[in-house]
């Protein structure tokens, strides 16, 4: 049974940081893809970054380039969004998500985390 954790959200102030951790478990094939989408309160789930884990290529939503970075520890199966600068627009819950099985389409899904942003 595949398993996707998420620590370290939290509420902060606009300009702080914090830094998401999402601990994959129970696959056995070697995934193309995880990454972190958000929801906000009224609006739609949208894809916020992705790491392409053989082509070692990163994905960015406009609206958080130079300030988000994805990153991967292969070891632990563990992946983060480190995320600086963090505005009020930030606010949403964050999930961490894991491509299929020889696919880039998304599959399994964590619980999700609170991120709030005051300004």
């Known amino acids: 049974q595949v398993q996707l954790v998420e620590s370290g959200g939290g509420s902060v102030q606009a300009g702080e940081s914090l830094r998401l951790s999402c601990a994959a478990s129970?696959?056995?094939?070697?995934?193309?893809?995880m990454g972190w989408l958000r929801q906000a309160p009224g609006k739609e789930r949208e894809r916020v970054a992705t790491i392409y884990i053989h082509e070692q290529y990163t994905y960015y939503d406009d609206s958080v380039k130079g300030r988000f970075t994805i990153s991967q520890d292969n070891a632990k199966n563990t992946v983060y969004l480190q995320m600086n600068s963090l505005k009020p627009e930030d606010t949403a819950v964050y999930y961490c998500a894991l491509c299929g099985y020889q696919t880039y389409e998304y599959k399994y899904w964590g619980q999700g985390t609170q991120v709030t942003v005051s300004s």
């Open positions: 129970g696959y056995t094939y070697s995934s193309y893809c």
